[in-house]
């Protein structure tokens, strides 16, 4: 499958495809990415990069790159995590009989919480890890997979908005999540800010408002974290289809949050998103 060169290709602004010749049928296409450091550029090597959706795991090599072959066409949703980086999640469109070559940029972590993200191994059959016991200890809102099993022809927002509690933002097609809860300077370190300053400019752009966003986990690693600087991209509830989901945990307040992921004490909340096991 021919191939475009390496350019300076951005997450957050460009996609590079190679059209292929009229008459290719076949619903299959490749990614080819790299993963590199906000500012430099500099190559990220050994990056854990999934696609929850196709049950897929890579490793960038010493040069940042990475290959994915053989995948459905459409929408894919790609996680990226590294040692000293901030994980991130981005939606890419694959092409039928084409290859997507982009770059994914992660931010550097700050010192303070490196350990918190760093990840031993590579998870490539993720469990949902404790979630019947959360759920019997009756704090929390849970869905488990014969719930979303009635409910799949519904995206995530419509699911997750009759929990009590949750607000949902709509900014086009995406949807974050929010706990009903107003800003509160005198128990909100992070709310003494200016509220826009806890958005990224991308999701100001898209519709966002100011609210007390939720900390989002998908398969234990977080992947949205209210209150970081700078701030992270929200995370769109909407870019994992029900059927690709065991299970969801929902902790709309600081009483609620089990402490092993209340990682920013703001009371916002925090939503655990469990993918399905490939078979």
């Given at each position: 499958?021919?191939?475009?060169?390496?350019?300076?290709v951005?997450?957050?602004?460009?996609?590079?495809?190679?059209?292929v010749?009229?008459?290719a049928?076949?619903a299959?296409?490749?990614?080819?990415?790299?993963?590199?450091?906000?500012?430099?550029?500099?190559?990220?090597?050994?990056?854990?990069?999934?696609?929850?959706?196709?049950?897929r795991?890579?490793?960038?090599?010493t040069?940042?790159?990475?290959?994915?072959?053989?995948?459905?066409?459409?929408?894919?949703?790609v996680?990226?995590?590294a040692?000293?980086f901030?994980?991130?999640?981005?939606?890419?469109?694959?092409?039928?009989?084409?290859?997507l070559?982009?770059?994914?940029?992660?931010?550097?972590a700050?010192?303070t919480?490196l350990g918190e993200?760093?990840?031993?191994?590579?998870?490539?059959?993720p469990?949902?890890?404790?979630f019947?016991?959360?759920?019997?200890?009756?704090t929390?809102?849970?869905?488990d997979r014969?719930?979303?099993?009635?409910?799949?022809?519904?995206?995530?927002?419509?699911i997750?908005?009759?929990?009590?509690?949750?607000?949902?933002?709509?900014?086009?097609s995406?949807?974050?999540?929010?706990?009903?809860r107003?800003?509160?300077?005198?128990?909100?370190?992070?709310?003494?800010?200016?509220?826009?300053a806890?958005?990224?400019l991308?999701d100001?752009a898209?519709?966002?408002?100011?609210?007390?966003y939720?900390d989002v986990?998908?398969?234990?690693?977080?992947v949205?974290?209210?209150g970081?600087?700078?701030?992270?991209?929200?995370?769109d509830?909407?870019?994992?289809?029900?059927?690709?989901?065991?299970?969801?945990?929902?902790?709309?307040?600081?009483a609620?949050?089990p402490?092993?992921?209340?990682?920013?004490?703001?009371?916002?909340?925090?939503?655990?998103?469990?993918?399905?096991?490939?078979?």
């Amino acid at each position: 499958m021919p191939r475009l060169p390496w350019g300076s290709v951005s997450l957050k602004v460009a996609v590079l495809v190679l059209l292929v010749a009229p008459g290719a049928v076949r619903a299959q296409g490749d990614l080819e990415g790299r993963v590199v450091a906000i500012g430099d550029r500099t190559p990220v090597a050994g990056a854990q990069v999934r696609l929850p959706g196709a049950g897929r795991t890579a490793t960038s090599d010493t040069a940042g790159r990475f290959v994915f072959s053989g995948l459905p066409s459409g929408t894919q949703l790609v996680v990226i995590r590294a040692p000293g980086f901030r994980p991130d999640s981005v939606k890419v469109m694959i092409p039928a009989e084409q290859i997507l070559v982009q770059d994914f940029v992660l931010a550097r972590a700050l010192t303070t919480t490196l350990g918190e993200v760093t990840v031993t191994g590579v998870a490539t059959k993720p469990k949902m890890s404790g979630f019947e016991d959360r759920r019997r200890q009756g704090t929390g809102r849970f869905f488990d997979r014969e719930m979303l099993g009635k409910v799949e022809n519904r995206n995530m927002s419509m699911i997750l908005s009759t929990a009590p509690g949750v607000r949902v933002w709509q900014g086009g097609s995406k949807a974050f999540l929010s706990s009903t809860r107003a800003y509160n300077t005198d128990v909100c370190a992070f709310c003494k800010s200016k509220p826009d300053a806890l958005l990224d400019l991308y999701d100001q752009a898209a519709g966002a408002r100011p609210a007390c966003y939720m900390d989002v986990y998908l398969d234990g690693t977080i992947v949205y974290q209210y209150g970081a600087q700078p701030p992270m991209r929200l995370f769109d509830i909407n870019s994992i289809p029900a059927e690709q989901l065991e299970g969801v945990e929902l902790y709309t307040s600081a009483a609620q949050i089990p402490a092993q992921y209340n990682r920013t004490a703001t009371g916002c909340g925090v939503v655990l998103l469990w993918t399905r096991v490939s078979k």
